[in-house]
């Protein structure tokens, strides 16, 4: 059987151990996923061959940990520098990215998107914001603090303090920050982040799991938005397919994996 795993810290409330195993029993592949909380990120690959995990996803806040750990990156991982997805081959580790992918997957149903904010100057961010821009889209990223929005200037992204950021409008704001997850923060100042959604036509939040300050306060705007929960299913496609060595149909993946989310 081959072993795989979900680094982070917190790692409690993640659901892809549920997601993978339902794939692995459903689709008859002779797997088992678990969940490491791991407090640093300099330790993922020892950790890692320790436990002769066979693959692994990697969350808050290792994924740049995760991206240095790694032997080679492919594909979209090398344009970010964040990696989520780890697969062992002939005793080096392989990096990918498969965030991205997952968050277009889920906001499809929106439509003529144009203009983003994106809250938040995290991995997640930088692998959005690159994907966005892809896309054709234009990109403005607002973080809390200066500090995480130099390599996003350096990369030519329009970037914004709370302090700096012009209320306009946005076809789409998303958050990418780790405010709601563990606390009932908002990712930015009440004020301001409800200013910055009334003018905006679709938010996204990346948190899964819980209806977070910014997705309540959403609904109270009626503005249409999505939870993490198709971010979450569509990355998990797309780790799994690496996991099992694309031997099993993407759509069996998705099919078996979207089961999960009704337990
Ligand atoms: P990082 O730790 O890399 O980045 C966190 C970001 O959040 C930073 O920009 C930080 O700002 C900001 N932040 C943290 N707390 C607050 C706060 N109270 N107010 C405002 N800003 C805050 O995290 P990741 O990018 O890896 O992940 C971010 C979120 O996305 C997590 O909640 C994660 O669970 C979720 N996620 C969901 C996925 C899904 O499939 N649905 C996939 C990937 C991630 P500063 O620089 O000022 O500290």
Redesign the pocket.
Known sequence: MRLFAIFGDPVAHSRSPLMHNMVFKTLGYSGCYTRIQLKDGSKLRETFFNLGLSGANI???H??AAFNACDEIRGFANKVGVV?TIIEQDGKLIGYNT?AD?FMFAIAPFKNIKTVLV???????KALTERFRDEGLSVTVM???S??LESFKENGFETVTWEEVEVKAYDLVVN????G?Q?E?L??PDDLITSLLKKASYAAD???GKRTPFLKLCDTLSITVKD??D??LG?GVLANAYFTQEQLPLESIRTAMQKSFEL
């Open positions: 969350t808050v806040p994924k740049e989520n965030d997952g809250l938040g100057a995290g991995g997640t961010s973080n809390r603090s500090k995480r990418t920050t780790s405010a997850l606390d923060n990712p930015a990346a948190i899964y993490g929960a971010m979450l990355q």
